[in-house]
């Protein structure tokens, strides 16, 4: 039997209107806003992210003032106030060992109506293990009479390093109007090891565009680290540097300049580091009022292997879909990269160019992320296909962070010196609050059902995990990701990482089996979210303790 060629045609095309398209990444616009504007982000536990902001008159409020300290719950979406005293505006923080939140450093002034702040220079604030999925009782500790920094620091960095203590690197010792021209050019730990901190020769080369350097733990215990467009590999227990290759092209990526950067994943058995350095600006560090919203951010992505061979060939440069400043690199857990956030032209910091843009220094906010797949072929790497856009300009003082439950948490944008609102203001203070949200959140997932609180380092463990029907096929691609969340802010997620594990499913589909990383250079002993994914499926993430769970310095 024949049938007709066209009412064919047309039935073919009705199928295909009704059926359900495959699930993309989409922006979710939260109903709660922030309260506060959200500038620093960490997650400190499975359900919760700090969030920080300057001392200033934002709307959440604690104790009849304004709240510059916030909990975030992921479960629920809605924030509670965090009781700060000190000025946490543009400091650095990352998780210890014991898995205890450090915040460091900050800004030395105080907000009219607001009597109770006390500068941030030095500050420390500690937020200890919460229990609580809520977040209920669980509050910030500081005592800057006793527990401070050896030197005043403001933009600094912080990671996580070898035995589970803070490196502390660089920053400026007052309230800088643009580059650092008061550099505190010296490294010191949290705990503390020494009496006093360390020079850097390297921060000294590396002025005036040198602050929140970015700087990365190598899996050797060394570090990797980025200022201006300057890059070594400093040996924390020599105390040396090796200089390495500048960034390609003039391009400068360190706040006010700001670019972004990561460590690639780092898989078994050899765990060969790879760098990323993303966007900033072509320029010489000229006097800002020099400077545009228009100048045209770079769109170079330049990438370097850790390695005498990668060294020698130094940087491989690529480049993104559009200039970038102000960027964030985040990874996902199959080892792709996010690009986030950001603008097309000018600079970080507030008010110093003439053209600024009510406030803001920068212009022509980045609203579609893309995505960096590393094991592609250069050139092409980077796609936004598929990719929405937010809708909310993330610029200055903006964060976003991979969550537990596999998505990224994007909050925050200001470039104005205190709270800033209202009807025609084009880069306004953000109180908006969105995730990211992945494919893999809108079909069956994997699940990881149970795992030890804590792991031991060169360990196999067999866990129970549960696979939906359709990511059970023999020759799945499985991959299992260990993962510091990291700290966002200022454009940098400091002390993110991931570690990829080897990892077996059983014949039955019913347990997982994986070999931790050898020791705590490769994976700095502390809190870690371990992810299942199959065939690009993420599971939501088992939140455990790497290592110990000791105090630092605690080497394993």
């Known amino acids: ?63 009849n003032h304004s709240a510059w300290g916030a909990l975030w719950n992921l479960e629920t979406s809605t924030v509670k106030p965090l009781d700060v005293l000190t000025n946490s505006f543009c400091a650095s923080g990352a998780l210890l060992s014991n898995g205890t939140m450090a915040s460091l450093g900050g800004d030395p002034r105080g907000f009219p109506g607001n009597p109770d702040i006390e500068p941030g220079l030095q500050g420390i604030r500690i937020f200890e293990p919460c229990a609580s999925p809520t977040g209920d009782g669980c509050t910030l500790f500081e005592d800057p009479q006793t527990l401070h920094l050896l030197e005043p620091r403001w933009y600094p960095s912080s990671i ?15 309230n800088e109007n643009f580059y650092n021209t008061h550099p505190a050019n010296t490294f010191e730990f949290f705990p503390p090891k020494e009496d006093k901190p360390r020079p850097s020769a390297f921060l000294a080369r590396s002025l005036p565009a040198n602050l929140f350097p970015r700087i990365f733990a190598l899996p050797d215990g060394k570090v990797f680290m980025v200022a201006d467009n300057q890059t070594i590999i400093y040996d924390i227990e020599a105390n040396t540097e090796r200089i390495l290759p500048d960034i390609p092209n003039n391009v400068r990526v360190t ?39 228009q100048t045209p951010a770079t769109s170079q992505c330049s990438r370097i292997t850790l ?22 690199l985040v990874h996902l857990p199959n080892g792709q990269v996010l690009i986030a956030n950001g603008a097309r032209s000018g600079f970080a910091a507030i ?41 909310i300009a993330r610029v200055y003082h903006s964060s976003i962070t991979l969550t537990p439950q596999g998505n990224f948490l994007v909050a925050g944008s200001n470039p104005n010196a205190n709270t800033t609102v209202g009807p025609g203001i084009k880069f306004p203070s953000e109180f908006r609050v969105q995730t990211l949200d ?20 060169n360990k ?43 990892a077996k499913i059983s014949g039955d589909r019913k347990s997982l089996t994986f070999t931790t990383p050898p020791n705590g250079r490769v994976f700095p002993p502390g ?28 080497l394993e």
């Open 1 to 63: 039997m024949q049938w007709p060629l066209l009412p064919l045609l047309s039935l073919f095309a009705s199928l295909a209107a009704a059926a359900p398209s495959a699930p993309g990444w989409r922006f979710d616009l939260k109903a709660e806003r922030s309260g506060i504007v959200a500038l620093e982000a960490i997650v400190v536990s499975p359900t919760l992210v700090v969030f920080f902001d300057r001392a200033s008159d934002d709307p959440l409020q604690i104790n």
């Open 160 to 174: 996580r390093i070898f035995d589970g203590s803070l490196l502390i690197v660089g920053g400026t010792h007052v």
């Open 255 to 293: 706040n006010p300049i700001d670019g972004s950067a990561i460590l690639l994943p780092l898989s078994p058995p050899d765990f060969i580091p790879e760098v990323l350095v993303c966007g900033g600006t072509q320029t010489d560090p000229l006097d800002p009022s020099l400077l545009s919203s």
């Open 307 to 328: 390695t005498e061979e990668g060294i020698a060939k130094g940087w491989e440069v690529e480049h993104m879909l559009e200039g970038r400043t102000m960027p964030e």
């Open 351 to 391: 008010k110093q160019v003439p053209d600024a843009i009510g406030n803001s220094n920068s212009d022509h906010a980045v609203l579609v992320p893309s995505i960096y797949t590393p094991d592609r072929p250069l050139g092409r790497r980077i796609s936004n296909a598929g990719m929405p856009s937010s809708g």
């Open 438 to 457: 992945p494919p893999f959140m809108f079909v069956p997932r994997p699940k990881i059902l149970s795992t030890p609180k804590k792991l031991g380092f």
């Open 460 to 502: 196999t463990f067999t866990v129970p995990i549960s696979l939906p029907l359709e990511l059970t096929r023999a020759d799945a691609k499985v991959q299992v990701s260990l993962m510091d969340l990291g700290f966002s802010s200022h454009a940098f997620h400091s002390s993110a990482r991931l570690v990829f594990m080897d």
């Open 527 to 554: 809190p870690a979210t371990v992810f299942l994914t199959i065939d690009d499926v993420s599971s939501e993430g088992a939140w455990v303790m790497m290592g110990s769970g000791n105090p630092p310095p605690t």
